[in-house]
């Protein structure tokens, strides 16, 4: 018998998906579960001269692709209050470019969403 993994269990697992996805893919992680007292960003990666903050959703009964019903527009303010607490915390990243991504992983299916620029400030 398999045991179901809690909600808690799905985000970490899903977040240590995403995290070796983008390693894997030329970003540099600069820190995971970023967290104030509005919010949390689940990884925080270097790009270029771009610094992301992503979202990272694990599914594990479908999948849902849908940017709305994964990160809606409270939470997505969340995480813009939280990325700017970040860049105050942290100023040798001030002169990056900012972008937001959403990462969708289905765990039943194996696949994984990378959602670049998802949303943005405004």
Known sequence: MTKKMSMKEKGSCGEKIASVFLVNNGYKIVENNFWTRISEIDIIAVQG???VFFEVKTWD????????????????????SASKYFVKKRPEFIEYNIRYDVIIISLKSGS??????????G
């Open 49 to 51: 001269r771009s610094l």
């Open 112 to 121: 994984l969403n990378h959602m670049i620029n998802a949303f943005q400030e």
């Open 61 to 80: 009964v479908l999948k849902v692709d849908s940017l709305e019903y994964a990160v809606g527009v409270q939470k997505r303010k969340k995480i813009i």
